[in-house]
């Protein structure tokens, strides 16, 4: 059975069970709900969802604070703080500090990255000198240039005897441009053993974990480390900076006739909006379009000659405006032809701000999904939409933007 595909779990959850939260199996469709809710028997229209917000960058955490004594990259009031425990001699530690590289470059201005070097004493036979070489380098302010360096190039030196790593570490030292001489000699001082040895034994207090330990807004993060699911995370939390503590207020009128038309990259779709049918569901929808929460968003999920399906601001297919909507499921109403438009839910009453538009009969959604409009023109544009349907742990380009959703009310 095909089912529209949204999680809407909480994003304490997803920290823990990403796998759950990322949508996309095999089959080309709606998948299995998330979340089911418990259906009242006389639901209200609308509920803000009762969850706690996505953590901030300074939530308190069991492990140490960030402070003024960390290697930090980023803004100070970044929205997402990843800290990370790497050995930089671990291959995981290497591939996890080029994906932070990519969300530093991608999000310069929301995510922020500390890096806390715990090296894997008795495991590897050069992750002492490496804590140490790096140490030295932030003496001359070139700890990152350092950091990085040893990540990318750890296949240069791996497998290195330790006395010849030292002499690979200060011909890097000098291509960076430090003072050799200083750097050779801070490498081995009791200053920056020391503090080696201080960090790993702060560390070493939490218990023995794995690297790269993880901690994204101070929550342990155990989930898939591939660019995709940590940009997924990335962007739901600068979601939460949207998103609505309340519903919105009812204004619809039923004897209204309310028209959206779908600014898209491709052209125009002018829909039809039925708000003596779905009211409560219609009101949502004009209400977060005229909000501008539709704008320069993407088509997250297209599926050729079946659906294709958008109003996630994140681009991820898990976000919702921070309140549901009621199901209003009407006999009458069928997806028995192309070109009918209805909210995704995850279960009874939980409809949020996706949307789909049938690109052909679609009956085993019957029943299932509110139906609030029908596209009165331009079908041959969504017919052109790229082809999208995100896998997890598989990169998927961009799909073709909503630019805006305009309404017209008469």
Same mark, same amino acid.
């Given at each position: 059975?095909?089912?529209?595909?949204?999680?809407?779990?909480?994003?304490?959850?997803?920290?823990?069970?990403?796998?759950?939260?990322?949508?996309?199996?095999?089959?080309?469709?709606?998948?299995?709900?998330?979340?089911?809710?418990?259906?009242?028997?006389?639901?209200?229209?609308?509920?803000?969802?009762?969850?706690?917000?996505?953590?901030?960058?300074?939530?308190?955490?069991?492990?140490?604070?960030?402070?003024?004594?960390?290697?930090?990259?980023?803004?100070?009031?970044?929205?997402?703080?990843?800290?990370?425990?790497?050995?930089?001699?671990?291959?995981?530690?290497?591939?996890?500090?080029?994906?932070?590289?990519?969300?530093?470059?991608?999000?310069?201005?929301?995510?922020?990255?500390?890096?806390?070097?715990?090296?894997?004493?008795?495991?590897?036979?050069?992750?002492?000198?490496?804590?140490?070489?790096?140490?030295?380098?932030?003496?001359?302010?070139?700890?990152?240039?350092?950091?990085?360096?040893?990540?990318?190039?750890?296949?240069?030196?791996?497998?290195?005897?330790?006395?010849?790593?030292?002499?690979?570490?200060?011909?890097?030292?000098?291509?960076?441009?430090?003072?050799?001489?200083?750097?050779?000699?801070?490498?081995?001082?009791?200053?920056?053993?020391?503090?080696?040895?201080?960090?790993?034994?702060?560390?070493?207090?939490?218990?023995?974990?794995?690297?790269?330990?993880?901690?994204?807004?101070?929550?342990?993060?155990?989930?898939?480390?591939?660019?995709?699911?940590?940009?997924?995370?990335?962007?739901?939390?600068?979601?939460?900076?949207?998103?609505?503590?309340?519903?919105?207020?009812?204004?619809?009128?039923?004897?209204?006739?309310?028209?959206?038309?779908?600014?898209?990259?491709?052209?125009?779709?002018?829909?039809?909006?039925?708000?003596?049918?779905?009211?409560?569901?219609?009101?949502?929808?004009?209400?977060?379009?005229?909000?501008?929460?539709?704008?320069?968003?993407?088509?997250?999920?297209?599926?050729?000659?079946?659906?294709?399906?958008?109003?996630?601001?994140?681009?991820?297919?898990?976000?919702?405006?921070?309140?549901?909507?009621?199901?209003?499921?009407?006999?009458?109403?069928?997806?028995?032809?192309?070109?009918?438009?209805?909210?995704?839910?995850? @279960?009874?009453?939980? =409809? !949020?701000?996706?949307?789909?538009?049938? /690109?052909? *009969?679609?009956?085993?959604?019957? +029943?299932?999904? %509110?139906?609030? @409009?029908?596209?009165? =023109? !331009?079908?041959?544009?969504?017919?052109? /939409?790229? *082809?999208?349907?995100?896998?997890? +742990?598989?990169? %998927?380009?961009? @799909?073709?933007?909503?630019?805006?959703?305009?309404?017209?009310?008469?």
């Amino acid at each position: 059975m095909r089912r529209l595909q949204i999680s809407l779990l909480p994003f304490s959850l997803c920290l823990l069970l990403l796998a759950a939260c990322t949508s996309a199996p095999a089959t080309p469709a709606p998948a299995n709900p998330t979340v089911t809710l418990i259906p009242q028997a006389a639901a209200p229209p609308c509920d803000s969802i009762p969850t706690a917000p996505t953590p901030a960058a300074d939530a308190p955490s069991l492990i140490p604070p960030v402070s003024a004594a960390d290697h930090i990259r980023g803004r100070e009031d970044a929205a997402v703080t990843f800290l990370v425990y790497g050995d930089l001699q671990d291959g995981t530690s290497a591939l996890f500090a080029g994906v932070m590289q990519r969300l530093i470059t991608d999000y310069p201005n929301d995510v922020r990255y500390v890096s806390r070097v715990f090296p894997l004493v008795g495991r590897n036979d050069k992750a002492l000198l490496a804590a140490q070489a790096v140490e030295a380098a932030s003496r001359q302010g070139k700890f990152w240039e350092m950091h990085d360096l040893l990540y990318a190039q750890q296949a240069n030196w791996v497998n290195l005897p330790p006395e010849d790593f030292e002499q690979w570490s200060a011909a890097q030292a000098s291509a960076l441009g430090m003072d050799v001489e200083r750097y050779q000699a801070e490498v081995k001082s009791e200053a920056v053993i020391q503090q080696v040895q201080d960090n790993f034994e702060t560390a070493r207090q939490f218990g023995p974990f794995a690297v790269p330990l993880i901690l994204i807004n101070s929550e342990i993060y155990l989930g898939p480390q591939d660019y995709g699911s940590l940009r997924d995370i990335v962007e739901l939390i600068l979601l939460g900076r949207r998103q609505f503590t309340e519903c919105p207020p009812f204004f619809v009128e039923k004897t209204r006739q309310y028209l959206a038309t779908l600014h898209t990259e491709k052209g125009d779709v002018v829909i039809q909006l039925f708000a003596d049918k779905a009211p409560f569901t219609v009101n949502s929808f004009v209400f977060l379009a005229r909000s501008g929460w539709y704008d320069n968003i993407t088509f997250h999920r297209v599926i050729p000659d079946l659906y294709v399906q958008t109003g996630d601001p994140s681009g991820t297919g898990k976000g919702t405006p921070g309140y549901y909507v009621m199901t209003e499921i009407l006999p009458d109403l069928k997806f028995d032809k192309p070109g009918m438009v209805a909210m995704v839910n995850s @279960g009874p009453d939980t =409809s !949020g701000s996706q949307f789909f538009i049938t /690109l052909a *009969p679609a009956p085993e959604f019957d +029943g299932r999904y %509110t139906i609030f @409009g029908e596209v009165l =023109s !331009g079908m041959e544009v969504l017919r052109m /939409l790229t *082809p999208r349907n995100a896998q997890p +742990g598989v990169e %998927t380009l961009p @799909g073709d933007k909503l630019l805006s959703i305009e309404i017209e009310e008469k």
